[in-house]
C-alpha cells in the first residue's frame, strides 16, 4: 500500500470509528449502514460528487454546503451529516471511499459477518455460491456474504478474498506455477 493510500486509510479509519461509536452508543447501527449504502450508490452514480470529495479546486465552505446538502437530500442521519460536514471543514472529504469502507467493516464486525470477495471464470450458481459460504463460515465461524463477479480470463476456478487472505483455484494460477516451475527445471 501506498503512502499516501495509508494515511488515507488511517484518517478514514478514525472518522469511522467515531462515528460507529456514536451510532452504537444510540443503538442506530442499523440506520448508520443504511446510510453507508446510500452514499456508496450516490458516489458510484454521481460524477460531481466524485469530482467534489477528490478535488481540491472547492474550498471548506463550498465542499461543506455541497456536502450538507447532498446528505439532506439523501436523508442522512444527523451524526452522518455532521461527520462529513467535519471532514468538509478539515479538508478530508477526499477519504470518503475508505471511511464508507471501514464503517462497512466496522459495521459487519459488529454483526459478527465477513465479506468474501469472489472473482471466479463464470458466474455462480446460487446453490454454488449458498456451499462456498457454509464452507467458508466453517472456516471462519462468521455469517459470510459474498461480492460475486466475473473475470473470463482466469480460464476456471476461482479467487477468493477474505480480509488478508486469498485463495486461488484458477486455472490460470496453475498454469502460472507449472510455467515457474519448468523456468526453474530447465
Known amino acids: 500500500m501506498s503512502e499516501q493510500a495509508s494515511t488515507s486509510k488511517g484518517i478514514a479509519t478514525r472518522y469511522a470509528s467515531a462515528l460507529f461509536g456514536l451510532a452504537n452508543e444510540q443503538d442506530d447501527v442499523l440506520t448508520l449502514e443504511q446510510n453507508v449504502g446510500l452514499l456508496k450508490e450516490f458516489i458510484v452514480k454521481s460524477v460531481d460528487l466524485n469530482r467534489l470529495i477528490s478535488s481540491p479546486i472547492y474550498s471548506r465552505v463550498e465542499q461543506q454546503n455541497a456536502i450538507t446538502e447532498i446528505a439532506r437530500k439523501l436523508g442522512l442521519s444527523s451524526i452522518m451529516a455532521n461527520t462529513l460536514a467535519l471532514m468538509a471543514a478539515k479538508r478530508r472529504l477526499f477519504v470518503v471511499p475508505f471511511f464508507l469502507s471501514v464503517l462497512n467493516d466496522l ?80
Open 107 to 186: 459495521i459487519a464486525d459488529s454483526k459478527n459477518v465477513i465479506t468474501a470477495e469472489v472473482v471466479s471464470a463464470t458466474s455462480l450458481s446460487k446453490s454454488q455460491l449458498d456451499k462456498l459460504a457454509k464452507s467458508l463460515k466453517a472456516n471462519f465461524d462468521k455469517d459470510v456474504n459474498i461480492n460475486s463477479s466475473v473475470d473470463e480470463n482466469l480460464i476456471g476456478g476461482m479467487i477468493v478474498k477474505v480480509g488478508s487472505r486469498m485463495i486461488d483455484t484458477t486455472i490460470l494460477a496453475k498454469l502460472n506455477s507449472l510455467q515457474n516451475t519448468m523456468k526453474e527445471v530447465g
